[in-house]
């Protein structure tokens, strides 16, 4: 039975992708990087992006084409692809994104994760799409991509650095400040589960582990330059597209808030943004915290906008949300860098610290050891509930007291965590991992889905909590995730945030417009998310036609994004063996329910859950018993290759 696309209010036909013969936008090229070896070659794009595009679309298919089943994430076969949107490097609004996949060091599923900055522009202006990174170094190395051409470096003088350390020693040796870097820190190094790639000091790809993965591979950084062009196919329409979408930004009224940092313009300590996300509290055992203590942290006097020194912003951004903070006094004095973000506000939530500088101070730390904050913070989190209440003892921790509420000790628990110090050790395989060799008990405290730490909350937002469960990369809300319909998602699907109803066709309109804003690489805060929320698919495609110079539908587009996320779905499938049951919140959010607050006994109903699932699974053609795929679903979406793995593993339906 045929299902129906939502796009613009309006359900449509199915139709299958077909593919595309693009004139511009793309440098051309994939670099392939055999580090076992040191051997490195390169092929055309086009085959790729005739079929998927670019960008994180074109990632999904090469991971699911070229990966055993068999394949471990720490053998040399893994591979590690990074791969820029296909309108990166053009004067599209905010496109900057790269995206980087593998197999996830949690779960053997996918493994995504996205950043942007400057370093996607710079690797198209080096000529390269995509760079695919497979094998094992004997040594720790760096690869040195420049103006067509790429050669591996010994890291000797970098390995053991932090990020930031790895920046000035990288420049300095190729005599260049302005090479753009993405690399790990020590947590990649020591092959933390939660270790992340960090691009400019303060991009984080962050999830999945693709930082553990690198330094698996003893890759510590690639660093870019290039003094190329992109061109684009029809450079008049293009520009007219552009100016387009830079005026509905201008336009946008949340513009002007945003400008002034993620901070201000969304999580004032008087905004209803708080009652909402919350309900994480000390690893989410309080549902909702005090007035006093969100001013502490994000009030304009003394909390963290009173650190900022100005707003920075990514490769052709015109609005702009980073801010770059420096702290002058007080046990942190000197610590300075860019980034803090929303998410960082809720990581001092979860641990029940309202202190401004030390939160500033756990931002910054994550960038420089090269640790993703959301999976970090909570298995960190869950470290101190289970220190409270006996589990974990000052013996285990090497006589830290680890106490809600201590900046200091939530600081020196991430030292410990990237360098695999005491605890450290034990916290760096994850949480689920870490739980299991504990034992008494502690799973309990757990908020893991499909192995992988979250740092979210799935009781009061439905939408959220749906996105999050039914994420191909494990609990990431950047992946179908909605909140209200004024912030994030499809404005057009009426639907109460707290609310089961409608959510399922929100998260799928959600779904597909995010891997729209992946494979064209446009940041999606100026499009369907929290941000100035101006850009929409119609946008997208208007953009990608006359830069790529295709003809393609707004809803051949969302098709497009439809049949990449069932890419991922396969390699889950096949992989990790993920099934309905995985797509199911934790424990704690079901048993559970908030403990004050607006939104007190709220929880996931299971029951409720399981109708939101069939409905999902319905609008994806899956099959609603088991969730896995079908035979006609994938033909609709032209993926009979992808069937027919399944159908080989004995995992179609």
Request: net charge negative.
């Amino acid at each position: 039975m045929r299902k129906t696309l939502w796009i613009s209010g309006h359900p449509i036909g199915a139709s299958q992708v077909r593919s595309f013969s693009v004139k511009g936008g793309s440098a051309g090229k994939i670099l392939r990087v055999d580090l076992s070896d040191g051997r490195i070659w390169i092929e055309d794009t086009a085959p790729y992006a005739a079929r998927f595009i670019g960008g994180r679309a074109v990632n999904s298919h090469l991971l699911l084409t070229e990966t055993s089943p068999a394949t471990s994430w720490s053998d040399p076969e893994n591979p590690l692809i990074f791969g820029t949107g296909c309108l990166v490097g053009t004067l599209a609004p905010a496109a900057n994104r790269v995206s980087i996949d593998t197999k996830n060091p949690y779960s053997g599923g996918k493994g995504s994760a996205n950043f942007g900055g400057s370093f996607g522009p710079e690797l198209k202006y080096a000529g390269f799409d995509h760079v695919i990174v497979t094998g094992k170094s004997p040594k720790p190395v760096y690869l040195w991509i420049h103006d067509g051409t790429a050669e591996l470096r010994s890291a000797a003088g970098s390995w053991g650095k932090t990020t930031y350390e790895t920046e000035e020693i990288l420049q300095r040796e190729l005599e260049d400040d302005r090479v753009e870097i993405a690399g790990i820190g020590p947590a990649g190094e020591n092959l933390v589960k939660s270790a992340c790639v960090i691009g400019g000091r303060f991009k984080a790809a962050g999830g999945c582990g693709v930082g553990c993965v690198m330094g698996d591979k003893r890759l510590k950084a690639i660093v870019v330059r290039g003094r190329g062009a992109v061109a684009v196919a029809d450079g008049p329409g293009f520009m007219a597209a552009v100016d387009r979408c830079r005026a509905k930004i201008e336009a946008s009224p949340l513009t002007p808030r945003w400008r002034k940092g993620c901070i201000e313009a969304y999580c004032p300590p008087d905004s209803p943004f708080w009652d909402l996300n919350t309900d994480r509290v000390r690893n989410g055992q309080i549902g909702n915290w005090p007035l006093e203590r969100r001013v502490n942290l994000v009030g304009l006097e003394a909390g963290v906008p009173s650190y900022k020194k100005r707003i920075t912003g990514c490769f052709a951004c015109p609005a702009a949300c980073n801010q770059y903070s420096e702290i002058g006094d007080g046990p942190y004095r000197g610590t300075r860098g860019i980034g803090y973000w929303i998410g960082s506000a809720m990581y001092s939530c979860r641990f029940d610290v309202d202190d401004a500088a030390a939160s500033i101070k756990f931002h910054l730390l994550c960038n420089e050891l090269g640790l993703d904050g959301d999976a970090c913070s909570t298995v960190l989190s869950w470290a101190l509930e289970c220190f409270d209440k006996g589990i974990i003892t000052k013996e285990d921790t090497g006589g830290l007291d680890l106490r809600w509420g201590d900046g200091e000790a939530m600081n020196l628990m991430v030292e410990a965590l990237a360098y695999r110090k005491g605890i450290g050790d034990l916290l760096a395989e994850g949480g689920k991992e870490a739980a299991r060799r504990l034992g008494r008990g502690s799973d309990g405290f757990l908020t893991a889905m499909k192995g992988q730490d979250t740092v979210d909350a799935f009781r009061i937002q439905k939408g959220w909590g749906l996105g999050l469960s039914t994420s191909p990369c494990g609990p990431r809300h950047l992946r179908g995730a909605v909140s209200s319909p004024a912030l994030c998602g499809p404005r057009h699907i009426p639907r109460e945030t707290t609310g089961y109803e409608n959510q399922p066709e929100a998260v799928f309109w959600q779904v597909c417009a995010k891997e729209i804003e992946d494979i064209i690489g446009v940041c999606n805060y100026m499009g369907t998310y929290f941000g100035v929320r101006a850009l929409e698919p119609a946008d997208y495609t208007e953009l990608t036609c006359a830069a790529l110079g295709i003809d393609i539908s707004e809803e051949e587009f969302m098709r497009v994004g439809q049949a990449a996320y069932n890419l991922e779905k396969a390699f889950n499938t096949i992989h990790a063996g993920f099934e309905r049951q995985d797509d199911y919140p934790p424990r704690r959010y079901v048993e559970e329910p908030v403990d004050r607050g607006p939104f007190a006994g709220a929880k996931c109903d299971g029951d409720e859950w399981g109708q939101m699932l069939d409905r999902f699974y319905e609008l994806n053609d899956w099959d609603v018993a088991t969730g896995r795929q079908t035979r006609s679903g994938l033909y609709d979406l032209g993926l009979e290759d992808v069937a027919a793995r399944l159908d080989e593993a004995g995992l179609l339906l």
